[in-house]
């Protein structure tokens, strides 16, 4: 048993994981000391990587250290062989995150070690999206019939792949906003608003961080100028709708998508949000595990 996309989940397994992740709020797990988990990064990362620790370790899982740059990959090992490697060792659970769109089509059915996406790509971003979804149910409750926009560089960015998939399932209104250039031609069905309407009709703006490493930034705008015409401006903020939200996967590009200030408002989820990240992943770790356990069980019976 894998989590890689938001495509293999029904729309009840969504709301297993979000009230798994609301339970472990107040609960703490037994521990599992006869688990092991290891964290390939393959792409930088700071919340992701650390927060699957954090979960790892909360639920008293034994978690294994792995750098990239002095693993065996360097020596041209593929990512099968290190896999199946962990796999021989004993490795239960591997997160991944690597730049290879669906690296895990290659894996999936090779290996009984189970597989958490932690990112692939321009493609999918499972633990973001959940947390966010998190973020999203615990302010409102609700998914049906609320405004989310999703403004930036979408093309990039595979948050908002992942987010506006499952946004939609759950029954949201998602818009886009952002410069013409960034739109992604796979998610022309979603309509596209300005900045400037966005903020008076979205109950959640999720800003996504320019992606600098994935295109060249400034081709056709400054920093300046992409904050004036497509980001958050502290006039921009005043005219939002009363309870709505800001949201932000982070690393955020202070001054760039978001003004400075609004980091912190009163507004901002963004560091709700990496709260609700270890949660989120010890659900997101919990599941896997029990229908990994399921499996084993139906194999021996
Ligand atoms: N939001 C997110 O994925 O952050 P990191 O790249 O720091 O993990």
Request: glycine residues 6%; contains cysteine.
């Amino acid at each position: 048993m894998h989590f890689l996309t938001l495509d293999e989940l029904t729309v009840d397994d969504i709301y297993e994981v979000l009230h798994q992740a609301e339970a472990l709020t107040n609960h703490k797990p037994l521990p599992r000391p006869d688990l092991y988990a290891v964290n390939l990064f393959f792409e930088n990362s700071t919340r992701t990587k650390c927060s699957f620790e954090m979960a790892q370790r909360k639920l008293g899982m034994n978690v294994l250290s792995f750098e990239a740059g002095t693993a065996s990959i360097s020596k041209g090992e593929s990512l099968y062989d290190t896999v199946k490697t962990l796999e021989a060792i004993g490795v239960d659970v591997a997160v991944i995150r690597h730049s290879e769109e669906r690296y895990f089509d290659a894996l999936k059915d090779k290996v009984s070690i189970s597989l958490i996406n932690g990112g692939d790509g321009m493609g999918h971003h499972p633990s973001q999206c959940m947390l966010d979804l998190l973020t999203i149910y615990q302010e409102f409750g609700d998914f049906k019939g609320l405004n989310v926009t999703i403004a930036g560089d979408i093309r990039h960015s595979r948050v908002a792949r992942s987010n506006t998939y499952a946004l939609k399932r759950l029954g949201a209104n998602v818009s886009f906003s952002g410069p013409a250039a960034w739109r992604d031609p796979d998610l022309e069905d979603i309509s596209f608003i300005e900045m400037d309407q966005a903020v008076k009709e979205s109950d959640v703006l999720m800003l996504l961080r320019v992606q600098h490493e994935r295109h060249a930034f400034g081709e056709n705008f400054t920093k300046l100028e992409y904050h004036n015409q497509y980001g958050l401006t502290l006039e921009r903020e005043k005219k939002m709708k009363k309870n709505s939200i800001i949201m932000h996967p982070a690393p955020v590009n202070r001054g760039v998508e978001i003004a400075d200030e609004l980091v912190e408002c009163e507004r901002s989820r963004i560091f709700k949000q990496m709260k609700n990240g270890v949660i989120t992943r010890m659900a997101m770790l919990q599941y896997v595990l029990a229908k990994r356990e399921e499996t084993k069980h139906e194999l021996i019976n």
